[in-house]
């Protein structure tokens, strides 16, 4: 009962949309059945349908499309439906698992449009797990940057994209293609290798452009290097600018 209570307030949107949905079921249905398990309106009731569609257009669906099953609608529209399924129950928390990455990029466009939409009218918190860094950029308000399982940044999205302290942030945001890069810095940074946690020190430090022995030695926790920017770094403190130099001069960059 008491997960059951937390489940209003926490929700998901999944990476999938053709197999996230019921294929038995129809739109309406899918969205009707977070908001009658939650005891918000009884099944088949005039208000049920009622409030369904209101959440269908607040989605941009068609509440016509309601008696519809999902394989009748495209990758786009099925996100929109998971979205509203997601909504309906009124969450506070919704965590967005790489929701636009099997759709096309005209569509992931209009689905940040309405996820931005949706939490400023609705006072949403998204998680937002992306590998795309620009869609990361478009939608996140503060960013988290994970090293094998382990955050290595954290802080707003202007500090992560215009001040990135720890050098695997430097080389994620070098990978975005060019027009979201700065002037200067149109080189990519290569890292050697695959990714393998070491049995001690810093867990980039087998990739890592700036690493010495000491890395590989020594531990680093994730601390405050600026006010609410934090890093887990040796060499937090050194300007970005310095680290790209020090890639390039290791021959560690390639012209994007």
Not at 9 to 30: C, E, H
Not at 200 to 210: A, H, I
């Amino acid at each position: 009962q008491a997960l059951r209570a937390l489940r209003q307030d926490l929700q998901i949107v999944f990476q999938d949309p053709y197999s996230s949905l019921n294929p038995r079921m129809t739109v309406g249905q899918i969205i009707a059945e977070g908001a009658v398990t939650h005891g918000f309106y009884p099944k088949g009731s005039a208000e049920l349908r009622a409030y369904v569609e209101k959440v269908m257009t607040d989605c941009g669906l068609q509440p016509y499309m309601s008696g519809r099953y999902p394989h009748q609608f495209s990758g786009g529209q099925r996100q929109r439906v998971c979205i509203a399924r997601a909504l309906a129950v009124k969450p506070k928390f919704v965590v967005c698992d790489e929701c636009v990455s099997a759709l096309d990029v005209s569509v992931q466009s209009q689905i940040l449009n309405l996820l931005t939409e949706l939490k400023e009218k609705e006072g949403l918190t998204y998680l937002f797990i992306s590998h795309d860094l620009s869609v990361v950029r478009r939608i996140s308000d503060r960013i988290a940057v994970m090293y094998l399982g382990k955050i290595v940044e954290q802080g707003s999205a202007e500090e992560i994209f215009d001040n990135p302290l720890h050098p695997y942030t430097i080389a994620l945001i070098s990978a975005i293609p060019s027009v979201y890069r700065k002037r200067g810095e149109g080189e990519r940074i290569l890292l050697d290798g695959q990714a393998s946690k070491p049995t001690q020190g810093c867990p980039f430090y087998p990739r890592c452009f700036m690493g010495t022995e000491y890395c590989q030695r020594v531990p680093v926790p994730l601390e405050e290097v600026e006010k609410g920017h934090f890093a887990a770094c040796h060499f937090a403190s050194v300007p970005a600018k310095e680290k790209r130099a020090k890639a390039k001069a290791n021959g560690k960059t390639v012209r994007a």
